[in-house]
Structure formats: C-alpha cells, structure tokens
C-alpha cells in the first residue's frame, strides 16, 4: 500500500501532496531548493512506484509560480516516469496553472508536455 506524501510549502521548496486513495497529486509554489537531489527523490520514488499500479485516474495539479533549471531537470524527471501512464493507455492529465502575464510559466508547461507526451491542460488564473 503507497502511503501519501506530503511536503510543506518551504520559502525554497513547493507544497506536494500525493495522495493515491484521495487521488490527489498536487505541486504548489515555488522550487529552487539548495539541494534538488535530496528534496525530490522522495517524490521520484514515490512516483516509480505509484506508475506500478496506478488509480485508473490520474489528475496532477501543477500551480507553480517559479522553479529554477535544477528543479526543472527533476520536473522532467517527473514527468518521464509519469508518461508510463499514457503509455499504457490509461488516464492521465497534468492541469498546468499559469499566471496569463508569465509566458515563461506557459512556454514551460508547453515545453513538459510535449517531451513527455503526457496530456496537458492550460489554466490561467
């Protein structure tokens, strides 16, 4: 049984919650932690073994406002192991929250689903 995950909201680090019975997999904040390593390999590992045996659901919430190139290797990262999902054929979307001033945040996303493959959806707010 996958226990959920729960990092708090750090001035350096983005709230996580991955929840696999509540079907919750949130991403909130910002992400430029002194050592990217060691903040998402939690993650990582709870992700490779979330993909094993996934919710025949998986809606992932990303409403970041910032992270900075080493948290985007590991985002990517991320998504790679995710994309396992839809290789399967089975139900994945990322919801991307963008801010309709900050065409980085945008660009980014666009950037992630394109590598990954993984379905995304665009929500300004």
Same mark, same amino acid.
């Given at each position: 049984?996958?226990?959920?995950?729960?990092?708090?909201?750090?001035?350096?680090?983005?709230?996580?919650?991955?929840?696999?019975?509540?079907?919750?997999?949130?991403?909130?904040?910002?992400?430029?932690?002194?050592?990217?390593?060691?903040?998402?390999? +939690?993650?990582?590992?709870?992700?490779? &073994?979330?993909? /094993?045996?996934?919710?025949?659901?998986?809606? @992932?919430? *990303? $409403?970041?406002?910032?992270?900075?190139?080493?948290?985007?290797?590991?985002?990517?990262?991320?998504?790679?192991?995710?994309?396992?999902?839809?290789?399967?054929?089975?139900?994945?979307?990322?919801?991307?929250?963008?801010? +309709?001033?900050?065409?980085?945040?945008? &660009?980014?996303? /666009?950037?992630?689903?394109?590598?990954?493959? @993984?379905? *995304? $959806?665009?929500?300004?707010?």
């Amino acid at each position: 049984m996958l226990k959920e995950l729960r990092l708090h909201e750090t001035p350096d680090s983005f709230e996580v919650i991955l929840d696999k019975d509540r079907s919750r997999f949130e991403f909130y904040g910002k992400s430029m932690p002194e050592d990217p390593n060691s903040f998402f390999i +939690p993650i990582l590992d709870w992700l490779k &073994e979330y993909v /094993e045996n996934p919710n025949r659901e998986t809606i @992932i919430t *990303f $409403k970041i406002d910032y992270f900075n190139s080493a948290s985007s290797k590991k985002l990517l990262d991320m998504f790679s192991i995710l994309s396992e999902i839809h290789k399967r054929k089975m139900v994945i979307v990322v919801n991307w929250y963008y801010r +309709p001033v900050d065409e980085d945040m945008f &660009e980014s996303g /666009e950037t992630f689903a394109e590598l990954s493959k @993984i379905p *995304f $959806k665009f929500i300004p707010y």
